[in-house]
């Protein structure tokens, strides 16, 4: 069984993105290849600034549902929280 993370991505024009996948590195290089989705399509490079193992595909699709309905602000609190891992690839 695949694990499902949730991430959030700064895009180039500072604004956060939120998504679902099973491979965070891989899931940013389609992004910043340009074929993730529109939304970032337009505001590339991005990097990813945060993200979270799911319990499950369901309950990954469920927290991404809450954070989009987040305010500006509080995605910022979350993307400024130290993620489950290190979004470069290093401790």
């Given at each position: 069984m695949?694990?499902?993370?949730?991430?959030?991505?700064?895009?180039?024009?500072?604004?956060?993105?939120?998504?679902?996948t099973?491979?965070?590195?891989?899931?940013l290089?389609?992004?910043?290849?340009?074929?993730?989705?529109?939304?970032?399509?337009?505001?590339?490079?991005?990097?990813?600034?945060?993200?979270?193992?799911?319990?499950?595909?369901?309950?990954?699709?469920?927290?991404?549902?809450?954070?989009?309905?987040?305010?500006?602000?509080?995605?910022?609190?979350?993307?400024?929280?130290?993620?489950?891992?290190?979004?470069?690839?290093?401790?």
């Amino acid at each position: 069984m695949a694990c499902w993370y949730v991430y959030l991505l700064r895009c180039s024009d500072d604004s956060l993105y939120c998504g679902t996948t099973t491979d965070v590195d891989r899931r940013l290089q389609e992004h910043n290849d340009g074929t993730g989705c529109r939304y970032t399509r337009s505001r590339l490079p991005g990097r990813a600034v945060w993200s979270s193992e799911a319990l499950g595909k369901e309950a990954a699709y469920r927290e991404e549902y809450r954070i989009k309905r987040l305010s500006k602000a509080a995605k910022e609190m979350l993307a400024s929280q130290v993620s489950e891992r290190t979004m470069d690839g290093h401790p």
